[in-house]
């Protein structure tokens, strides 16, 4: 080859991948897709956008897209007036307190809820969830040397007996058995200290800052601690286990070992009491004082409520259950089906992002629903899009906190050419000749 010709050649091959780096560039802004909210879609301007190109919540980031719904996020204040005569000062008697919509976590009356304190045999309830999430309910444990002669509350467990690890729940749950928290942690863990790193890695994925297991029973230590908020978000976590809901809910449990017949009965009072009552757990030391985690559904409600170091527990619980069904309600802050928002695709189109659920949220009765919705575009902008796709999620916030969350699925197909098309395209138009 002369030096001429090759120099000729190089000049036409570097002239050619500018020219595709550039179409490339002017194809990527033409056709990346955007999301947006219906009211954006219906009146949208040049200023508009200007704005939105400015604002980073509206701005596309790769593939992912954030955009805020219009409406402003409140908070559901306590109005303690409402919890009529006496139930103040019995409120008062908590060291802390809270009731929360299970669904959402969303406090509907609390009283000093973030106070780090010992929660006692409470703790057994992220004892129960964990060991359910890593042992089926029908393996047979065979008692450790550890777990005999447990200090406190007991099924006197015998070493060497053998019973399914669901008949060790019923009596960590209803007899509060000490004992069975040891066995059941050492057969899901290995020792007490890896159940102990379980249950901190459960909570952690649970966001939760102010928890921390050093035991699963809850015998006190001073490193092991929690809040009545937290707590209430721990059993609210447990009752979506079915296994688990059925434990706390039972009043009476018979059941045998390879050695006794043995029968259990629920420390809580409330499931005879109460009516809606499902549970939860009982606890007491005398560094925690008296303890309950506590359940109810009515009206396809369900709340769960905390008093830690609180004596008259079971007259405080009630209390607060009837606050919160006499004045809140669940009303939709999206409904399935709805409209959050609109994905623009290739050629200046738009498709319909729809919810695939219902997002409940407790509400004031008589109120309507003040919440934030916002919307994340997942999918890949640059392939067919088709109808019931899932493209994104929506999330609805009151004040900072997330309260629920739906797929946003593509409400009908769109063609959308892939990039590497593009770029074939391009590349074989400017490699010809």
Known sequence: MKIGSYHTARGRLIGRAAAVFLALFFLAALFVPSIKTPAESDAETSENRKTAEKDPEGAVIGSTYHIDAPGTARSLPVQREDLGCGAIECMDSARSAVLIEATSGQMLLSSNPDEQLPMASTTKTMTALVVLEHCSPDEVLVVPDEAVGVEGSSLYLAYGERLTVRDLLYGLMLRSGNDCAVALAIHAAGSVEAFAELMNERAARMGLIHTHFVTPNGLHDKEHYT?????????????????????????????YSNIRHIT??????????????????????????????????KDGMLLVGCVLHCTPMFSVAPLMLNYGFQNFALASAVNKGDELARCEVTGGGEIPLVADRDILIPVRKGEAVDAEVRTELIADGYKPILEGEPIGVARVFVGSTPVGEAVLLAGESASVFSFRHYFDLLLGAFGRG
């Open 264 to 297: 259990v009965k629920n420390k809580n009072s409330m499931l005879w009491d109460y009516d809606g009552c499902i549970g939860i757990k009982t606890g007491y030391t005398s560094q925690a004082g008296r303890c309950l985690l506590f359940a109810a559904e």
């Open 227 to 255: 809040t009545a908020y937290e707590l209430a978000l721990i059993g609210a976590e447990a009752l979506r286990n079915e296994e688990f809901r059925t434990i706390v809910s039972t009043k009476y449990y018979d059941f």
